[in-house]
């Protein structure tokens, strides 16, 4: 039933007993069975073919001199491979054509012995991410951890993107949700400390600068013997200078390969029909058997009749262009309808790496019509694609070509245009006519350049502005900001140089707005009508002192206020938000004069703060939190103790208090907090633990207790964790002050992995849980020798 009605793998285990036994009910086997048939005849034939069915099937066999423990150990292997395949598994490309005799090619350079890094370079479009892809779903169950990092190139220019890489590298590979990274150099010595002695496989994606290997991968000996790196890139000499083994240049599809990937993708069958073939054979030359512009080119093809698609190809011919790849995918683009061509601009321009419902909110606001149709064009055409996240992707050289149309000249006069790019936005922010047609603005350079168009009144000539988009802008030292339009839904102005808002602007139409490393102050009356506001970022704003009213924020979803190292006032209105999702903050000031309290976050699920300096049991929670906080974290705060109100967040998964030092205990009512997975609490004066808890398996989630460098002096509480958390497999106490073991370590019956590094008072251990995979210790200088 299990596996035909549902599906389910079954894998059988045959418990010393012989499979043919089960399979003909007989023997030992058949006669316990046949017992059964005075209470169950109506089953019996029902359960003997389901017998037969199983005995057939791949499994283990367990006899009476086998070595369970071991057999025990390779069984959940496998069924750790089972459960996770098909989530690790990489989409890769819905036609592989060719990539098998890629695949072989590649494999033979990677699986050689010892730690490898190998590099695989090219132009753009030949398809280096797609092999990458396929050799990391081949090969990733062979290794301990496994990391694909995408789109290394983009995601290193967002704010601390290297840094966010270095995290997602540990979690990926640890698959530890608690490891952060403050900093670039922080980041590169907890990569080499966790994976020195792991063999890992690890794939960065489109890197394009020597920090990025640097940070992600700067040595042989950051990784496990055994480990392999493949690096994609368009640049061969970085592969060259970081020391790779190998560099291979993706081999090109052969001209079968490129005319049958050509055909799947126009015609949906392995070959061209027949009066189809020339045409075809001619578009593959045109291609230079490129991936991506076979895959774009034959979409188009797809889409369109067969003497308009020759007259385009004709054309090249005639006019004799440089057929390079942006001349071919610019095909597809010209031959869009005229409201596709603009939603596909307005996509490459500026919403990349956008949730779709957010894209198409855009869209509609900035007057593009069908925009479902439309967006479902651009994808039946390869254009873009939305990956399991709903989020919107586009191969970047695709969205290159969005780029350089936008920048193009043309007739229309810039004033006249939707959508400003560069020149044509400078254009008309510098001139005198206004342009009430404009709806987006992107204002974006790849270093820090002046301009002095940027000024108080710079945005008075856009009064339907839906768009807005600024980065490496610096403008004159003007303090304040006299016009911004209220039709604004989307901005991203990054170091936004302006100390308040315009006293006549209001949010009432703000979706977005992202104003990380702003020189903001205060907002005035903006914040008075922000009923659509979703998004608020206003991270490492140095000069922001205070959190305005945001009652009227009741669409509100995530607020960042990290690194606003000013920060004294938070308001009250912001405690009882309806919808807030995510709230990061953190204030070097030693005090809040405000903050609300208790916190009314009903749908609240993160929770973190960093360098805050509040009263003695910040802060407060209220049952209304019950059902909603995931995840809490306290790092580098002043809290002595956590409120008693923690009690009230049922719903609690991770709990992380790290570098509080002032820490001395925490309440008895965490063991209130039965879906509680992760405890860590890390460089605080704790000097013990809880205890003394009357209640068993209060908390039969918990798996990772790290309670490391704080002052623990006495371990008599791991008595009540041991009966309050039945399912514990971590436990790291190092660099605490005990000197006993207690002996009631060994009732952790599910321990795997117990640290007890630089333990330099411990002068006895009494035995250790026999499923014990791992002892971490060393520097016990009082623990006798002998």
């Not at 590298?169 to 994976?195: A, C, H, P, Q, T």
């Not at 404009?438 to 002095?452: G, H, N, R």
């Amino acid at each position: 039933m299990c596996k035909e009605l549902r599906g389910q793998v079954v894998l059988p285990i045959f418990y010393k007993v012989n499979p043919s036994q089960v399979r003909k009910q007989n023997g030992a086997f058949g006669e316990a069975f046949a017992e059964l048939e005075v209470r169950f005849f109506d089953k019996m034939q029902a359960w003997g073919e389901a017998l037969t069915a199983v005995s057939h099937m791949s499994g283990w066999v367990v006899l009476e001199k086998d070595d369970e423990a071991n057999l025990i150990q390779k069984i959940v292997q496998q069924v750790w491979k089972k459960l996770t395949c098909s989530t690790m598994q990489l989409p890769v490309t819905k036609y592989p054509v060719g990539i098998d005799r890629q695949f072989e090619n590649l494999l033979s350079h990677v699986m050689i012995d010892g730690t490898r890094m190998v590099g695989l370079h090219g132009i753009g479009g030949m398809g280096k991410t797609t092999l990458a892809k396929t050799l990391y779903n081949r090969i990733a169950d062979d290794f301990e951890g496994c990391c694909f990092l995408a789109n290394i190139r983009e995601a290193s220019k967002q704010h601390e993107g290297l840094v966010r890489l270095q995290e997602k590298l540990l979690y990926e590979i640890l698959m530890d949700d608690f490891i952060r990274v403050s900093d670039l150099y922080k980041g590169i010595n907890i990569i080499r400390n966790r994976l020195c002695s792991k063999k890992i496989l690890l794939i960065l994606d489109d890197i394009d600068t020597s920090e990025q290997l640097q940070v992600l991968a700067g040595g042989y000996d950051w990784f496990g013997y055994g480990s392999k790196v493949i690096v994609t890139t368009r640049n061969e000499h970085l592969l060259d200078i970081h020391g790779f083994n190998k560099l291979r240049s993706v081999p090109e599809l052969n001209y079968g390969e490129a005319l049958e990937l050509f055909s799947w993708h126009a015609f949906q069958c392995s070959s061209p029909p027949t009066e189809y073939l020339q045409l075809s054979k001619d578009a593959v030359n045109y291609c230079k058997n490129l991936p991506l512009a076979l895959e774009v080119l034959g979409s188009f093809l797809y889409s369109t009749d067969q003497s308009k698609f020759k007259g385009i190809l004709e054309e090249f011919a005639i006019s004799n262009l440089d057929k390079d790849i942006q001349n071919l995918l610019q095909v597809s683009y010209d031959e869009l309808e005229g409201d596709v061509q603009e939603m596909f601009l307005f996509i490459s321009c500026f919403f990349v790496g956008e949730d779709k419902t957010m894209v198409e909110t855009m869209l509609k606001s900035c007057g593009c019509l069908c925009w479902e149709k439309g967006i479902q064009k651009l994808m039946n055409l390869s254009l873009l694609t939305i990956n399991q996240w709903n989020k919107v992707e586009m191969h970047d050289l695709i969205q290159q070509l969005g780029h350089t149309i936008a920048r193009s000249k043309t007739s229309i006069s810039p004033s006249e245009k939707k959508l400003l790019v560069g020149d044509d936005a400078m254009h008309v922010l510098d001139g005198i006519k206004d342009a009430r047609a404009v709806k987006a603005i992107k204002l974006e350079f790849p270093k820090p350049t002046k301009l002095d168009i940027i000024d108080s009144t710079a945005f008075r000539k856009v009064k339907n502005l839906v768009v807005l988009k600024v980065k490496n802008v610096i403008s004159p030292k003007i303090s304040t900001l006299d016009f911004l339009p209220n039709s604004l839904r989307w901005m991203s102005w990054s170091e936004f140089p302006f100390s308040s808002f315009p006293s006549s602007y209001s949010m009432e139409n703000l979706i977005q707005l992202k104003l990380p490393h702003s020189a903001i102050q205060h907002f005035g009356r903006a914040f008075m009508h922000c009923e659509r506001l979703k998004q608020l970022d206003l991270s490492n704003s140095f000069f922001l002192e205070e959190i305005p009213d945001l009652s009227a924020a009741i669409n509100l979803e995530n607020l960042s206020l990290s690194g606003c190292i000013s920060l004294v006032k938070v308001h009250k209105s912001v405690g009882s938000l309806p919808k807030l999702i995510d709230l990061s903050l953190s204030s070097h000031v030693y005090g809040f004069k405000q903050f609300p309290s208790p916190l009314r976050l009903k749908s609240l699920k993160r929770f973190s703060t960093d360098h805050c300096t509040i009263l003695q049991g910040y802060p407060q929670f209220s049952q209304e939190m019950k059902s909603s906080l995931e995840d809490l974290w306290f790092q580098s705060s002043s809290i002595t103790k956590l409120s008693s109100t923690i009690r009230y967040l049922t719903s609690l998964k991770d709990l992380t208090i790290v570098d509080c030092k002032k820490l001395t205990t925490l309440p008895s009512t965490i063991y209130d907090l039965s879906k509680l997975t992760s405890i860590e609490v890390s460089q605080s004066d704790l000097s013990t633990f809880p205890s003394s808890y009357s209640c068993p398996s209060s908390l039969p989630l918990l798996t990772r207790l790290h309670l490391y460098e704080n002052k623990i002096t006495n371990l008599d509480f791991l008595e009540t964790i041991a009966h309050a958390a039945p399912s514990l497999r971590e436990l790291n106490l190092s660099n605490n002050n005990f000197s006993i073991l207690p002996s009631c370590i060994v009732n952790f019956k599910s321990l795997r992995f117990l640290e007890t590094f630089d333990c330099k008072f411990l002068e006895e251990i009494p035995k250790i849980p026999e499923g014990l995979i791992s002892l971490g210790a060393y520097h016990w200088p009082n623990l006798p020798t002998t």
